[in-house]
Nanobody, 122 residues
Framework: QVQLVESGGGSVQAGGSLRLSCAAS?????????MGWFRQAPGKEREWVARIYGGIPAYGDSVKGRFTISRDGAKNTMYLQMNNLQEEDTAMYYCAAKFGVCSDRPQQYNNWGPGTQVTVSS
């Protein structure tokens, strides 16, 4: 059974940094998996943040240049390094996985973690 568990969320002041982790069990990361980070703020739709597939990352426009996605195959873990955090980055952050071609649409992912909260204050 596939399980994803996020960690690393917390409260930080604007301009600060956090690193989120997504530990996977029940399957082994490989380059054929699309792994993604999404976020959802209260009252808003789930938003794609970043994804990595075949070792190639991609980012949403709102985080490009500030966030970095990576994965460690030996640890079966994916990361999201978030720098220069802003108040608008406040949200619940989720990691997700699917096998095959990547997508920016959350509906395309069939495995999700429970989420980790990130709160940025001014």
């Amino acid at each position: 059974q596939v399980q994803l568990v996020e960690s690393g969320g917390g409260s930080v002041q604007a301009g600060g940094s956090l690193r989120l982790s997504c530990a996977a069990s029940g399957f082994t990361y490989n380059r054929g998996h699309c792994m993604g980070w999404f976020r959802q703020a209260p009252g808003k739709e789930r938003e794609w943040v970043a994804r990595i597939y075949g070792g190639i990352p991609a980012y949403g426009d709102s985080v490009k240049g500030r966030f970095t996605i990576s994965r460690d195959g030996a640890k079966n873990t994916m990361y999201l390094q978030m720098n220069n955090l802003q108040e608008e980055d406040t949200a619940m952050y989720y990691c997700a996985a699917k096998f095959g071609v990547c997508s920016d649409r959350p509906q395309q992912y069939n495995n999700w973690g429970p989420g980790t909260q990130v709160t940025v204050s001014s």
